[in-house]
């Protein structure tokens, strides 16, 4: 056994030791400049992470006010743009021909259908009003008809040539060699417009002028994309391919969307129809059935008058259903 005095010198001794051990570990760091150290150690890393921060802010910033320059500039530009003229119409339809030779054209052709209507014994009015619409309403029409079938002809290809570039780009190969990739390849009438940007390029014309040019050709939402993405990417910079591949993935959501909406207004487009074409079936219902009963329409001068408030009328009624039936998307 130890004495009570052994005893109680150990406990104090160790008592001291860890004392002395606790007073070393908070106050060392204090005295050895270590805790300065680390304190100063940490106020450049937050320095250096706060530069980094705020320099990255700025570079997003500088690059959102650069985008939407390009776009408020893209902007003004289709604000200003002029009247739409008859030789863009037909640029749009798909002809080359002259101004003048298509007014000529149509000249000869309401000269010819008015002296028609004229020799089946009709009045001078009525042969008037059917050189008019057969001389302007009706080639009008037509160019029309064109442009728009032409147009949705074009959207079912330009997901695909986009996704030419986008392929072309990411092996590789340059814009202008994309561009002319499609030139060659693709079905018309994206050909034919690609071809143009070719063209155009050979001679020096910007691209962005030259997408321009083909978006008053070809007046769609799907090529006003493409040229603002060409044109950001231009000014700004950036993953041109991954923008590009995007856009496909918004036309091809676009094209579902319209086959939805197709779809849905299938039954209210079948109705129109049949009540459009209704009045016009009777008429010759009635005229193979009764000749003698419906001819007053067109021996009478107010059976005549009649007919044309009756046609006035029905054009205004299919007017009417076109509008309820078409939706915008």
Same mark, same amino acid.
């Given at each position: 056994?130890?004495?009570?005095?052994?005893? @109680?010198?150990?406990?104090?001794?160790?008592?001291?030791?860890?004392?002395?051990?606790?007073?070393?570990?908070?106050?060392?760091?204090? *005295?050895?400049?270590?805790?300065?150290?680390?304190?100063?150690?940490?106020? =450049?890393?937050?320095?250096?992470?706060?530069?980094?921060?705020?320099?990255?802010?700025?570079?997003?910033?500088?690059?959102?006010?650069?985008?939407?320059? *390009?776009?408020?500039?893209?902007?003004?530009?289709?604000?200003?743009?002029?009247?739409?003229?008859?030789?863009?119409?037909?640029?749009?339809?798909?002809?080359?021909?002259? =101004?003048?030779?298509?007014?000529?054209?149509?000249?000869?052709?309401?000269?010819?259908?008015?002296?028609? *209507?004229?020799?089946?014994?009709?009045?001078?009015?009525?042969?008037?009003?059917?050189?008019?619409?057969?001389?302007?309403?009706?080639?009008?029409?037509?160019?029309?008809?064109?442009?728009?079938?032409?147009?949705?002809?074009?959207?079912?290809?330009?997901?695909?040539?986009?996704?030419?570039?986008?392929?072309?780009?990411?092996?590789?190969?340059?814009?202008?060699?994309?561009?002319q990739i499609i030139a060659q390849e693709a079905a018309e009438p994206v050909r034919g417009e690609?071809?143009?940007?070719? @063209?155009?390029?050979? =001679?020096? =014309?910007?691209?962005?002028?030259?997408?321009?040019?083909?978006?008053?050709?070809?007046?769609?939402?799907?090529?006003?994309?493409?040229?603002?993405?060409?044109?950001?990417?231009?000014?700004?910079?950036?993953?041109?391919?991954?923008?590009?591949?995007?856009?496909?993935?918004?036309?091809?959501?676009?094209?579902?969307?319209?086959?939805?909406?197709?779809?849905?207004?299938?039954?209210?487009?079948?109705?129109?129809?049949?009540?459009?074409?209704?009045?016009?079936?009777?008429?010759?219902?009635?005229?193979?059935?009764?000749?003698?009963?419906?001819?007053?329409?067109?021996?009478?001068?107010?059976?005549?008058?009649?007919?044309?408030?009756?046609?006035?009328?029905?054009?205004?009624?299919?007017?009417?259903?076109?509008?309820?039936?078409?939706?915008?998307?």
């Open positions: 056994m130890l004495s009570p005095q052994l005893v @109680e010198v150990a406990v104090i001794f160790l008592a001291a030791i860890s004392v002395g051990g606790i007073a070393y570990v908070l106050i060392m760091p204090f *005295v050895s400049g270590e805790r300065t150290t680390e304190k100063r150690l940490k106020s =450049v890393a937050d320095g250096r992470t706060v530069s980094t921060q705020r320099g990255a802010a700025e570079a997003i910033s500088t690059r959102k006010t650069q985008v939407e320059d *390009v776009l408020k500039e893209l902007e003004a530009k289709q604000k200003s743009k002029k009247r739409m003229t008859m030789k863009s119409r037909l640029r749009q339809a798909g002809f080359t021909i002259s =101004v003048k030779f298509f007014y000529i054209v149509c000249l000869i052709f309401g000269l010819f259908v008015g002296a028609v *209507v004229l020799l089946t014994g009709s009045s001078p009015i009525v042969s008037g009003l059917a050189f008019f619409a057969s001389s302007v309403g009706l080639p009008r029409w037509v160019i029309a008809k064109l442009a728009k079938r032409r147009q949705k002809q074009f959207t079912k290809e330009f997901a695909n040539s986009i996704d030419i570039i986008v392929r072309g780009i990411k092996t590789g190969l340059p814009l202008n060699d994309c561009l690609f071809v143009e940007i070719v @063209e155009q390029q050979s =001679v020096g =014309v910007p691209l962005s002028k030259a997408f321009e040019r083909m978006y008053e050709r070809m007046p769609l939402q799907e090529v006003n994309f493409f040229s603002i993405v060409i044109a950001i990417q231009q000014q700004t910079g950036g993953n041109l391919a991954e923008a590009l591949e995007n856009l496909s993935n918004v036309l091809r959501g676009r094209q579902k969307l319209e086959g939805k909406v197709q779809a849905f207004s299938a039954e209210a487009k079948t109705s129109a129809a049949i009540v459009g074409s209704l009045p016009v079936v009777v008429l010759v219902a009635i005229s193979i059935l009764n000749p003698s009963y419906i001819m007053l329409l067109w021996t009478e001068e107010i059976g005549k008058l009649m007919l044309m408030c009756s046609a006035v009328w029905m054009f205004i009624g299919v007017l009417v259903m076109r509008k309820m039936i078409n939706f915008d998307y």
